[in-house]
C-alpha cells in the first residue's frame, strides 16, 4: 500500500469535489470541441471521467469473473495495461457513455454524491471485483484517484480553466504512477541529470 487508507479516501473524496467544480466551470460551446486528450470530444472525456465514479458501484456488486487477486493499485494497471485493446475498449466506451450524457454536471452531481456514500458505508478491505481481477477498495480507490485527477486535468486544459488539484488528490496520483515508472530514470529526471525518454508515459 502505497498511501495510507484516509489519505487515498480524502484524495477521493477532494478530486471529486474538484471534478465536480470542473464540470461547473465548462461553457456550453466547449462540450462538444476536442477534449485535450486524442480526438475525444469534452462530452466524451466527462462521460469516460464519470466512470471513476460508476465502476465502484458495479465492481462492488460483481461476482469475480478472473481468478486474480491484485496486491495493489500498481499491480491492477500492470495488469490492465498487459491487454493490448484496452485503450481502444476505453475510448469506445466513453463515446457511447457520451452519448446517453444529456446534462453533463447534473448527472455528474448525482452519480458523485451517490458514489460517495457508497465508499463512506464500505470497508477499506471490502473486495471489488474488476475485469482485472479482484482488490481491495482502497486500492481500488487510488486507482480511481488517478483516472478522476488525470482527466480533470484534461478537461481544465480543453476548455481554459485553471489547471489545478487538492494537494491530497496530487500526492496519491503521484505515488500510483511513479511505482510504474523506473525509479533510476525518475530518479535522473528528478535531479537533472538525463532527461526522461521521448513518450514518456507510464499508462501507455
Do not use: C, K
Not at 470542473?22 to 472525456?45: F, I, K, N, Q, S
Not at 469506445?92 to 457513455?97: G, K
Not at 482502497?138 to 486544459?157: I, K, M, N, P, S
Not at 488539484?165 to 496520483?173: C, E, K, N, Q, Y
Amino acid at each position: 500500500m502505497l498511501q495510507h487508507p484516509a489519505a487515498v479516501r480524502a484524495a477521493f473524496a477532494e478530486g471529486a469535489a474538484t471534478f465536480l467544480d470542473t464540470l461547473r466551470g465548462v461553457g456550453p460551446e466547449y462540450w462538444d470541441r476536442p477534449g485535450a486528450l486524442g480526438d475525444w470530444t469534452t462530452r466524451e472525456l466527462a462521460a469516460h471521467t464519470l466512470r471513476a465514479f460508476i465502476t465502484i458501484d458495479g465492481y462492488l456488486a460483481a461476482q469475480p469473473t478472473v481468478d486474480r487477486v491484485l496486491a495493489d493499485a500498481a499491480e491492477y494497471y500492470q495488469t490492465a495495461l498487459a491487454d493490448a485493446g484496452v485503450h481502444q475498449g476505453v475510448a469506445s466506451r466513453a463515446r457511447q457513455a457520451a452519448r446517453q450524457l444529456i446534462d453533463p454536471v447534473g448527472e455528474a452531481e448525482v452519480t458523485v454524491a451517490h458514489t460517495l456514500a457508497l465508499v463512506a458505508a464500505t470497508a477499506d478491505d471490502e473486495a471489488v471485483n474488476t475485469f482485472a481481477g479482484q482488490i481491495t477498495l482502497v486500492e481500488y480507490l487510488a486507482t480511481r484517484v488517478v483516472e478522476l485527477g488525470v482527466h480533470t486535468l484534461d478537461l481544465q486544459r480543453a476548455t481554459g480553466q485553471h489547471v489545478q488539484l487538492h494537494p491530497d488528490t496530487s500526492a496519491v496520483i503521484v505515488a500510483v504512477l511513479t511505482s510504474l515508472a523506473s525509479p533510476v530514470t525518475l530518479v535522473l529526471a528528478l535531479t537533472g541529470r538525463a532527461a526522461l525518454p521521448a513518450d514518456f508515459n507510464v499508462l501507455g
